[in-house]
């Protein structure tokens, strides 16, 4: 494992180890305290060498194993960068001098420490990004291949004549495109005698959906069912309504008009979430916004899109 220590810190900490100490024994003392294996403080010759070659060769000697000896270098960086007390010094004779020299050289190293710890911080946010980019490019193409795999199966159906087993293949499409887009999808099911195509959360709020798929527009009157199974679920509780065929301009007019609780929904929508143009959440919310703002439950994609 590759360690990067800034040569300039280094270079920092070597300038500062030799300021922060003016006799040989306090340095050793405090090399001793801050290196876990004691025996590189004591290799050098610490009686007739001086102070800044003792420093270097014991610093050399931790840069050449900078896996292993890890610790020992963050202590010693950690430490010497966070000393703020120079009194020692100052009770010498050119205390002020000595103690102001050495206040100078831990800050130089403190600000190569903090500008060293920005750059390592950013170049890890680059490689999460990185993976987080390849991780949703991943997710898309896998989303886009099995988009593919249903636009087969809705290919299949648009040139069936078996209507009555379309409609049933059609639930079963739509089940597996909310399952796709994490909607949490519950399948058909009866209540009370009423037939519900299946349902579906979004962004805490229930939804109930219905699917037509039938060669007339869906009329007011389907529209009355639907809203009526909606009224008797909890206040929050929305419905979306798929017609292939679309809907009669009538009916978009009256619901429309008042306080509905059903977004419609056509082939044109349903072809443009197989063919990847737009996904199915995002299409959900722009048409639930747009309800909300205008009143209009009937928003198309080509409004959308452009």
Known sequence: MEIKVSVLAIQALKEALCNIYWFKSDLKSFL????????????????????????SDIIDELMVDQEKHLGSIRKLLYEVSNMDNFRH?????????????????VSDLK???????????????IVNNRIINHAK????????????????????????????????????????????????PKASFRNIGEQIDGAFTLEGTDYLFEAK???YYVNASDLDAFSGKIGRKLDNTLG????INGFSEEAVKIYSSGRSSILLMDGRDLLAVLENQIDLITLIIR?????????NIYLTISEILN
């Not at 009770?91 to 050495?102: I, R």
């Not at 600000?111 to 946010?125: G, P, V, Y």
């Open 32 to 55: 001793a305290n801050c290196i876990s294996e004691r025996s590189i403080v004591h290799m050098v010759n610490w009686e007739n060498n001086p102070k800044r070659q003792t420093v």
């Open 89 to 105: 010094l100052e009770q010498l004779e050119d205390g002020k001098k000595k103690a102001d020299k050495a206040r100078i050289a």
């Open 111 to 125: 600000n190569l420490i903090e500008e060293h710890d920005k750059k390592l911080k950013k170049e890890k946010e």
């Open 137 to 184: 490019i991943r997710e898309k193409k896998a989303i886009i291949t099995q988009l593919d795999e249903i636009k087969s199966r809705y290919s299949k159906l648009v040139i069936s004549k078996e209507y009555q087993r379309r409609g049933f293949e059609l639930e079963k499409i739509l089940y597996d495109i909310f399952a796709l887009f994490d909607l949490d």
């Open 213 to 215: 798929w039938q060669s």
């Open 240 to 243: 979306l309504f798929l017609s």
């Open 287 to 295: 048409k639930r916004r747009h309800a909300s703002q205008t009143g």
